[in-house]
């Protein structure tokens, strides 16, 4: 590499809960810069989910947001000619990532009437083991042990 690797930024923890996942997830569901607004409509669905459930709104996300997160990926990669999908291992900060986006862009395609209601139903759906972000992580799954053969081929 010819530049240095750039620094890590320092994610604060957000001001209800003291977490610093929620302000991952948070600024991953922010549109134009409006992050007192995702910040609203994350602890609004999060309410929702402690009333439909009564639990606790925040463990409830953090085991749906576990049950979301994939642990294995296939990347694909050429080699004589032909491109195999190589399963892999992901790192903790990329597992992270893949499952607050996944999360979040299922729950923008449900058809509740609010954002908030739409990602509080898929934190409820997730926790059940079922729903879109959920189902996107077992299919994930599923290729890497369909390509389990090529796992050889790792660089």
């Known amino acids: 590499m010819r530049k240095a690797k750039p620094k890590k930024r320092i994610i604060l923890p957000d ?56 642990s294995v990926e296939v990347r694909s990669r050429r080699i004589g000619g032909a491109t195999f999908q190589i399963p892999s291992e992901i790192r903790p900060e990329r597992k992270a990532s893949i499952g607050i986006k996944n999360m979040i862009s299922f729950a923008r395609k449900r058809n509740e009437k609010t954002m908030a209601q739409r990602l509080a139903g898929e934190i409820i759906s997730a926790n059940k083991e079922e729903g879109a972000a959920f189902k996107r992580k077992e299919d994930m799954h599923k290729m890497a042990e369909a390509n389990k053969a090529f796992s050889h081929f790792r660089f």
């Open 15 to 70: 001001p209800k809960y003291n977490d610093v996942m929620v302000t991952r997830f948070v600024n991953n569901l922010m549109l134009k810069g409006k992050k007192n607004l995702s910040f609203k409509i994350f602890y609004e669905a999060l309410e929702i989910v402690s009333e439909k459930t009564k639990e606790d709104g925040l463990e409830i996300w953090k085991k749906s947001l576990a049950n979301v997160t994939p």
